[in-house]
């Protein structure tokens, strides 16, 4: 079992910077594919960006790519998502999930399905 944890969302202005951390329970964080997704109100979830075990490996949904990083520490048990050139469409709440496999070249990281565990999610307002 694991829990999830975000933290960092908060109000920012068009153009700004937000970075997001999700925080997990267990001793296997290292053995979960790691996921971001986001839901803004009154639409579907949509997928923003995956990261492998290692953190070697990430992948991102086409509208994000460029502007937010996802990276991992196992370490500390966290993955982040680092959010530049902010816009006011990036308003949502942010999720972040786990699935404890690989994902071969990601497949069906971008479906939220895939994965087994979510956080409460975050919120980010990005303001025009």
């Known amino acids: 079992q694991v829990q999830l944890v975000e933290s960092g969302g908060g109000l920012v202005q068009a153009g700004g910077s937000l970075r997001l951390s999700c925080a997990a329970s267990?001793?296997?964080?290292?053995?979960?594919?790691m996921g971001w997704f986001r839901q803004a109100r009154g639409k579907e979830r949509e997928f923003v960006a995956a990261i492998s075990w290692s953190g070697g490996g990430t992948y991102y949904s086409d509208s994000e790519k460029g502007r937010f990083t996802i990276s991992r520490d196992n370490a500390k048990n966290t993955v982040y998502v680092q959010m530049n050139s902010l816009k006011p469409e990036d308003t949502a709440v942010y999720y972040c999930?786990?699935?404890?496999?690989?994902?071969?070249?990601?497949?069906?990281?971008?479906?939220?399905?895939?994965?087994?565990?979510w956080g409460q999610g975050t919120q980010v307002t990005v303001s025009s």
């Open positions: 267990g001793r296997t964080f290292n053995k979960h594919t």
């Open positions: 999930a786990a699935v404890a496999r690989r994902l071969f070249k990601f497949d069906g990281s971008y479906l939220g399905g895939t994965y087994d565990y």
